[in-house]
């Protein structure tokens, strides 16, 4: 019976990490659509943002007693930045290397966030968990050399540093969310997601003015859908920060968006894996039971 009630209570805690697997593989694969569509990425950004930066302020204003403060709000502020700023590197990332490079080195940024939660936080993990985490990053290595032939041709060794950039900028961004959950209340979650989403719509509608970039509404229609899964997503990893180690939660998203949008592309658009991209999918799969174990 006891043994019964703490596999429940794992299940409990694994909860919210599943659901930021599935809003975060969801948010890969409207860009997916959208990127088949030739969209404008500012104009998606900014209908994602806005959409986002609306629900994280229904659900702060529903809070019986909302609570605030200066710290948060400069946290915030400064994320939504950096938040633009990734975007910006990730679009220069694919204009150099195509865009399946920059999605492995957005998945490869996981090494920040958990190895700064190690040293910083003496977040140890067990050996099952450390082994999982060895085979995540090799995981996305495997997945590096399955998609490695389908780059863009005229990508230069030296174009490297962007996806050395992207892997900073990522991996920056996902610890931050580690910092506040463990530097600020809990009960300043709903503000803080609102803060940092609000800030990012200004950043990238301030952009879209400036450089008068025209409208396309069937962009800006598919950024508001983007927006929904974006801020669930950001909800759902505070939520698993709270519950389970850092050094499980991060591998544990990355090994599981690449799983779960493989699969989708092979449903839907009927992508296929090399031997790579196979040894990869079952090598992710090992990996995320190792970490939950």
């Not at 806005?50 to 629900?55: E, G, H, N, Q």
């Not at 633009?84 to 920040?112: D, M, N, Q, T, Y």
């Not at 209340?185 to 609000?198: D, G, L, R, T, V």
């Not at 990893?237 to 799983?259: E, F, K, Q, T």
């Given at each position: 019976?006891?043994?019964?009630?703490?596999?429940?209570?794992?299940?409990?805690?694994?909860f919210?990490?599943?659901?930021?697997?599935?809003?975060?593989?969801?948010?890969?694969?409207?860009?997916?659509?959208?990127?088949?569509?030739?969209?404008?990425?500012?104009?998606?950004?900014?209908?994602?943002?806005?959409?986002?930066?609306v629900?994280?302020?229904?659900?702060?204003?529903?809070e019986?007693?909302?609570?605030?403060?200066?710290?948060?709000?400069?946290?915030?502020?400064?994320?939504?930045?950096?938040?633009?700023?990734?975007?910006?590197?990730?679009?220069?990332?694919?204009?150099?290397?195509?865009?399946?490079?920059?999605?492995?080195?957005?998945?490869?940024?996981?090494?920040?966030?958990?190895?700064?939660?190690?040293?910083?936080?003496?977040?140890?993990?067990?050996?099952?968990?450390?082994?999982?985490?060895?085979?995540?990053?090799?995981?996305?290595?495997?997945?590096?050399?399955?998609?490695?032939?389908?780059?863009?041709?005229?990508?230069?060794?030296?174009?490297?540093?962007?996806?050395?950039?992207?892997?900073?900028?990522?991996?920056?961004?996902?610890?931050?969310?580690?910092?506040?959950?463990?530097?600020r209340?809990?009960?300043e979650?709903n503000?803080?997601?609102?803060i940092?989403?609000?800030?990012?719509?200004?950043?990238?509608?301030?952009?879209?003015?400036f450089?008068?970039?025209?409208?396309?509404?069937?962009?800006?229609?598919?950024?508001?859908?983007?927006?929904?899964?974006?801020v669930?997503?950001?909800?759902?990893?505070?939520?698993?920060?709270?519950?389970?180690?850092?050094?499980?939660?991060?591998?544990?998203?990355?090994?599981?968006?690449?799983?779960?949008?493989?699969?989708?592309a092979?449903?839907?658009?009927?992508?296929?894996?090399?031997?790579?991209?196979w040894?990869?999918?079952?090598?992710?799969?090992?990996?995320?039971?190792?970490?939950?174990?």
């Amino acid at each position: 019976m006891i043994s019964f009630t703490l596999i429940l209570f794992q299940c409990f805690d694994m909860f919210p990490l599943l659901l930021t697997i599935i809003c975060s593989t969801s948010i890969v694969l409207i860009l997916k659509y959208s990127d088949t569509k030739k969209s404008n990425p500012v104009l998606l950004l900014c209908g994602n943002y806005f959409t986002a930066s609306v629900i994280s302020l229904i659900l702060l204003v529903s809070e019986t007693k909302p609570v605030y403060s200066t710290a948060t709000f400069l946290f915030g502020a400064a994320l939504g930045l950096l938040f633009f700023i990734g975007f910006f590197i990730f679009a220069i990332a694919v204009s150099k290397a195509g865009a399946s490079l920059p999605a492995v080195s957005s998945r490869l940024s996981v090494i920040i966030p958990a190895g700064l939660s190690v040293i910083i936080y003496n977040e140890i993990p067990s050996l099952f968990q450390l082994s999982g985490l060895i085979l995540s990053l090799f995981t996305i290595f495997l997945f590096y050399f399955s998609i490695r032939k389908f780059s863009a041709g005229s990508f230069k060794p030296a174009d490297y540093f962007y996806l050395i950039l992207l892997l900073i900028a990522i991996g920056t961004n996902d610890f931050c969310f580690k910092i506040f959950q463990g530097w600020r209340p809990a009960e300043e979650k709903n503000y803080f997601i609102f803060i940092i989403f609000s800030f990012a719509f200004l950043y990238s509608f301030s952009y879209l003015i400036f450089k008068k970039i025209r409208m396309e509404y069937r962009t800006i229609a598919a950024g508001l859908i983007l927006g929904i899964p974006n801020v669930l997503s950001s909800y759902f990893m505070l939520d698993a920060l709270n519950s389970l180690p850092a050094v499980i939660v991060y591998p544990s998203v990355n090994i599981g968006i690449i799983v779960l949008t493989s699969l989708a592309a092979f449903l839907i658009w009927k992508e296929k894996l090399n031997v790579y991209g196979w040894w990869a999918m079952g090598s992710g799969i090992t990996a995320i039971f190792l970490l939950s174990v």
